[in-house]
């Protein structure tokens, strides 16, 4: 699980330096853009309360970790695969992407899943 703390806190980290880096610009963005970038900054504040809470051992963190990682999933599908928010991605690396960021949610969420129940 401390991987998954780790991963889940610099994941968390980078979305906040991103969306600070997009914030003078947000101005220039459609309004889909800004919702997703709004959505993108509240999982990435979900994904650091759920590392916080596994490093604690609280009851909660697995439950938060698994919604982040499921929600970043979905986001990531819409940001990178549908490209509807700021960046690049070469054209044929994107759905390979998205297919790679799903498989590392959905197992790392199977793990954590697993580990709660035992």
Do not use: F, H, N
């Amino acid at each position: 699980m401390t991987l998954i703390a780790v991963l889940l806190t610099a994941e968390g980290l980078s979305t906040g330096l991103w969306i600070a880096k997009l914030v003078p610009r947000l101005g220039g963005y459609d309004r889909i853009v800004v919702a997703l970038l709004v959505l993108r900054g509240l999982v990435g504040g979900l994904q650091l309360a759920g590392a916080a809470c596994l490093v604690g051992r609280r009851p909660a963190g697995v439950r938060l970790s698994r919604w982040a990682l499921l929600a970043s999933a979905a986001l990531t599908t819409l940001e990178i695969g549908a490209r509807l928010a700021p960046g690049y991605v070469a054209p044929g690396l994107r759905w390979p992407l998205v297919a790679a960021y799903w498989i590392y949610a959905v197992g790392a969420a199977s793990y954590l899943s697993s580990r709660d129940a035992a």
